[in-house]
């Protein structure tokens, strides 16, 4: 009997770590902050801290996206992003490019992902923590 339980046990845990699926997972960020004249404006600075990369993608999470729209600001962006997505175990990460402007209590956002687009932030909470993260250290 002991047998035949440790036996199952073994066969359950071998399943249950084979159908285990890969989350993809922000990994790093760089971002640059630009000037009114749209001039880069300085270094650009890296996000690699688990804390920050968990809260913006909780930011990101709430945005309404709109794929498949073109878009066009009266202005250049406040921020440029660069996200570092694993998507799959043991391959390379893929870049996704924002470009972000903060307008009071909204954000918006244009991705060069073609299932986003053009996305807004309007949860003043999270375009608050948006902005603070992707600031900090400025």
Not at 78 to 106: C, N, S
Not at 111 to 133: A, C, F, I, P, W
């Amino acid at each position: 009997m002991k047998k035949l339980t440790t036996g199952l046990l073994v066969i359950f845990l071998c399943i249950v770590g084979c159908s285990a699926s890969f989350e993809p997972e922000l990994t790093r960020m760089d971002v640059q902050k630009t000037s009114e004249e749209g001039q880069n404006n300085g270094e650009e600075k890296i996000i690699a801290s688990n804390e920050r990369l968990k809260k913006i993608q909780q930011a990101f999470g709430k945005v309404k996206w709109s794929p498949n729209t073109k878009a066009e600001m009266a202005r250049k962006e406040d921020i440029v992003a660069t996200f570092f997505i694993q998507e799959e175990k043991k391959m390379p990460e893929r870049l996704y490019h924002y470009r972000i402007w903060f307008e009071g209590e909204t954000a918006t956002i244009i991705s060069d992902n073609e299932n986003e687009g053009y996305g807004r932030l309007t949860d003043k909470v999270q375009v608050d923590v948006l902005e603070s993260e992707l600031l900090a250290g400025e």
